[in-house]
């Protein structure tokens, strides 16, 4: 804060002057640094609104890989089943469900 104190107040008129001044200037300086803030929160809103957004669609992809990662899972539990079956009819049930799991996703 600069301040022009011309003559030392001699009077109470004179010290009143320089009260209004210094309030003024006080002011001045206040607004700007509630303007600051204020552009501060705005900055600090939209980044969480951003961080939201990149959670929301984080969220959605990691759902979207544990619905993979089953898929995964069941279609090789199903492949182990035909490979590992006694016999044709066993191993053609076991890919007819494997199938079935493929097709069910791919259209989900």
Known sequence: MKFRI?????TEEDMEE????????H?????HHH???HDI????LVS????????????????YCRREI???YLSMAKLLKAVFAKDDKSRLQA????????????TA
Do not use: F, Y
């Not at 320089?18 to 200037?25: A, G, N, P, R, S």
């Not at 002011?27 to 607004?31: L, V």
């Open 70 to 72: 089953k898929r995964i």
């Open 48 to 63: 969480l609104q951003s961080l939201e957004g990149k959670v929301n669609q984080l969220s959605g992809e990691a759902e």
């Open 6 to 10: 011309d003559k030392i107040p001699k």
């Open 41 to 44: 929160l705005d900055e600090i």
């Open 18 to 25: 320089i009260v209004k001044e210094v309030e003024k200037e």
């Open 95 to 106: 890919l007819t469900e494997l199938k079935e799991v493929l097709e069910k996703e791919m």
């Open 27 to 31: 002011g001045h300086e206040h607004h």
């Open 35 to 37: 303007e600051h803030e």
